[in-house]
C-alpha cells in the first residue's frame, strides 16, 4: 500500500522560507516521477514542480529561482525549498506520485497523492 505524508507547513512572513517534506511508504518512490502541487481557496490545483527518478526537474515558472524540489531515494522522502516567500504562494501544498517516465506536470499524471500541507504567507 502505498501512502505519502507531507510535512513542514506553517505561517511565515513574506520573503521568508520554509522546507517541505514528503515521505512515501511502500516500494515505488526509487522510479517514480514525484510532484508538488498547490491549491489555493476557489483555485484549482496547480503544478509547482518535478522531479524524475534520475532527478531531472520541472518548475512552474511562478516560483522558478524560488523553490528547488530535490529527492533522497535512500530516505524515500522529497522535499522543496521555498525561499523568497510571497502572499500568493498561500494555498494547501500536495506531494503525488506518478509511474515512471511521465514529465508530471499535469494533475491527471499522478495516481497517488498526499494529505496536503497548509503554507500561510502573511504581508
Known amino acids: 500500500q502505498v501512502q505519502l505524508v507531507e510535512s513542514g507547513g506553517g505561517l511565515v512572513q513574506a520573503g521568508g522560507s520554509l522546507r517541505l517534506s514528503c515521505a512515501v511508504s511502500?516500494?515505488?518512490?526509487?522510479?517514480?516521477?514525484m510532484g508538488w502541487f498547490r491549491q489555493a481557496p476557489g483555485k484549482e490545483r496547480e503544478f509547482v514542480a518535478a522531479?524524475?527518478?534520475?532527478?531531472?526537474?520541472a518548475y512552474a515558472d511562478s516560483v522558478k529561482g524560488r523553490f528547488t524540489i530535490s529527492r533522497d531515494n535512500a530516505k524515500n522522502t522529497m522535499y522543496l525549498q521555498m525561499n523568497s516567500l510571497k502572499p500568493e504562494d498561500t494555498a494547501v501544498y500536495y506531494c503525488?506520485?506518478?509511474?515512471?517516465?511521465?514529465?508530471?506536470?499535469?494533475?491527471?499524471?499522478?495516481?497517488?497523492w498526499g494529505q496536503g500541507t497548509q503554507v500561510t504567507v502573511s504581508s
Open positions: 522531479i524524475s527518478w534520475i532527478s531531472s526537474t
Open positions: 511502500g516500494r515505488i518512490f526509487s522510479s517514480a516521477t
Open positions: 503525488a506520485a506518478a509511474p515512471p517516465g511521465r514529465q508530471g506536470v499535469k494533475v491527471y499524471e499522478y495516481n497517488f
